[in-house]
């Protein structure tokens, strides 16, 4: 699993003779840092980066208020055809990615968000996957618990925020990380909605060392090696929660 990893690492880190040479050579000869300066010059990563990190994190932020008002709604509220409309939506994750991006272009192109912040986020601030995770996970939570807010006079809201909540980080922090690692790594609709380098986020940035003419590995190894980063500390960090969110939702309908 570390195998690509370690040759992009050390690809990025090759002199320019070596790139390509016969037998392929595993270790570096020599470690050329000035290919991450070169990388990091070539195109304007700095504002890559900024796009990538206002992206990821107002979607996150988004689809984790979105989820868990829908979530709520669906495991802890009475209401007629619930679990109709909760299969219906669950229907929609067999929908194809690709299947949606006509339509959606089609509606941020009337509305006027083409090559926009808003073009980038708001298609993807709802997420049937967090919907269906944190619904797995409200579940569990003892109907006693709710009754006794009900009495106390907590409205639905009340008892979200101050009981569910606090109950559910790790199932929280498990979609959070999902999210942002998606964002993060979203190359297909960030390029087809921008067409400027000031609102491309880091992935559509790669594409800066291809051309028709062919494609530079050593800078772009190092441009990858730097754009990974952010996604590795995030899940590292976040792991220990991760695990615990995984194992505490369960799969009960």
Do not use: C
Not at 30 to 45: G, K, Q, S, V
Request: aromatic residues 16%; charged residues 10%; glycine residues 4%.
């Amino acid at each position: 699993m570390l195998l690509p990893y370690y040759l992009m690492v050390a690809t990025s880190l090759k002199p320019l003779q070596e790139i390509f040479t016969d037998p392929f050579t595993w270790i570096p000869s020599r470690l050329a840092w000035e290919n991450y300066a070169d990388a990091w010059n070539h195109a304007p990563f700095a504002r890559y980066f900024l796009n990538s990190t206002i992206i990821a994190v107002t979607e996150t932020a988004g689809v984790l208020v979105t989820s868990a008002l829908a979530a709520y709604a669906f495991s802890r509220m009475r209401f007629a055809g619930r679990e109709a409309l909760f299969m219906i939506f669950l229907g929609t994750l067999m929908v194809p990615g690709e299947v949606q991006l006509v339509p959606n272009y089609i509606t941020i192109t009337r509305l006027g968000w083409l090559n926009t912040y808003a073009a980038l986020i708001v298609p993807w601030l709802a997420s049937i996957f967090g919907i269906f995770f944190l619904r797995q996970h409200f579940a569990t939570i003892p109907q006693e618990l709710q009754d006794a807010a009900t009495i106390d006079g907590a409205s639905h809201l009340t008892f979200l925020w101050r009981v569910v909540v606090p109950l559910s980080t790790p199932a929280f922090i498990t979609v959070a990380v999902l999210t942002f690692l998606g964002s993060w790594n979203a190359l297909t609709w960030p390029l087809i909605v921008t067409n400027t380098p000031e609102m491309r986020p880091i992935m559509v940035g790669l594409l800066a060392f291809s051309s028709e003419w062919g494609t530079q590995p050593r800078l772009l190894m190092a441009a990858a090696t730097f754009a990974v980063v952010p996604v590795l500390v995030v899940f590292f960090a976040l792991q220990r929660y991760f695990v615990q969110g995984i194992a505490r939702a369960g799969l009960r309908f």
